[in-house]
């Protein structure tokens, strides 16, 4: 299984930028998919996740209004949406897929077994 996101960037405060992760080496379509991201010194922390079908969706509280997960099962691509970028969300953004096919999404870090490389998302205040 091969997890590959990109988009990353810089950008002020208040601005947007979208990632992606292509997917690749298990059906796609049957797993939930998630985004989390990390700073130095600081442990991973649950971002956003979707639901293998695409119709649950579940963020943490702090992107909540701010950023859309969203997925293509067609083109094995799952994307964020990330507007009114603040400076707190600069981190390295990983993205994962479910261990298991099927089921709900999940905010749990070791219900993931499969993590791309990681984007970075700077934003300047």
């Known amino acids: 299984v091969q997890l590959q996101a990109s988009g990353g960037g810089l950008v002020q405060a208040g601005g947007s930028l979208s990632l992606s992760c292509a997917a690749s080496g298990r059906t796609f379509s049957r797993f939930g998919m998630g985004w989390f991201r990390q700073v130095p010194g600081k442990e991973r922390e649950f971002v956003a996740a979707i639901g293998w079908a695409g119709d649950r969706k579940v963020y943490a509280d702090s992107v909540k209004d701010r950023f859309t997960i969203s997925r293509d099962n067609a083109k094995n691509l799952m994307y964020l949406q990330m507007i009114s970028l603040k400076p707190d969300d600069t981190a390295v953004y990983y993205c994962?897929?479910?261990?298991?096919?099927?089921?709900?999404?999940?905010?749990?870090?070791?219900?993931?077994?499969?993590w791309g490389q990681g984007t970075q998302v700077t934003v300047s205040s």
């Open positions: 994962a897929i479910r261990r298991v096919p099927y089921g709900v999404p999940s905010t749990r870090y070791s219900e993931y077994d499969y």
